[in-house]
């Protein structure tokens, strides 16, 4: 087929009609206000993992082979010994949760996250305190 366009060629063409986006268009704005997700199991037990592996090992600097290690140790681990690690990372997502959920709340709300005490509070301060007699 001399003539014929072949399927690589077509999908050129229709990249070349594509828009291109610039870095800042492609990512979306980070809101510095929400929270972080929370962390695996594996992460969970890397942060005490760490501490010791610093203690036996005061003089490597790698960060490499301090996750090295710890990915070795956490396959070698049993199911019973990884649970408490498990228990602590959905303890973490369910507090995730929560705190997603307020944060929802207060962006689909407008914003306005003070409570009634509080506007009650600020609303007594501003009308008893400065009177003076002359």
Excluded at 29 to 37: L, Q, V
Excluded at 61 to 78: D, E
Aim: net charge positive; aromatic share 6%.
């Amino acid at each position: 087929m001399k003539g014929g366009k072949s399927k690589a060629d077509s999908r050129k063409g229709d990249s070349r009609l594509a828009v291109r986006k610039t870095k800042k268009e492609k990512k979306a704005a980070k809101d510095p206000n929400k929270p972080k997700r929370p962390p695996s199991a594996f992460f969970v037990f890397m942060e005490d993992f760490r501490k010791q592996y610093k203690e036996k090992h005061p003089n490597n600097k790698s960060v490499a082979a301090v996750g090295k290690a710890g990915g070795h140790k956490w396959k070698s681990m049993t199911e019973e010994e990884k649970a408490p690690f498990v228990v602590k990372a959905e303890k973490r997502k369910e507090e995730y949760g929560r705190t997603m959920e307020a944060y929802n709340r207060k962006l689909a709300g407008g914003g306005d996250d003070e409570s009634d005490k509080s506007k009650s509070e600020v609303n007594d301060e501003e009308g008893s305190g400065e009177e003076q007699d002359d």
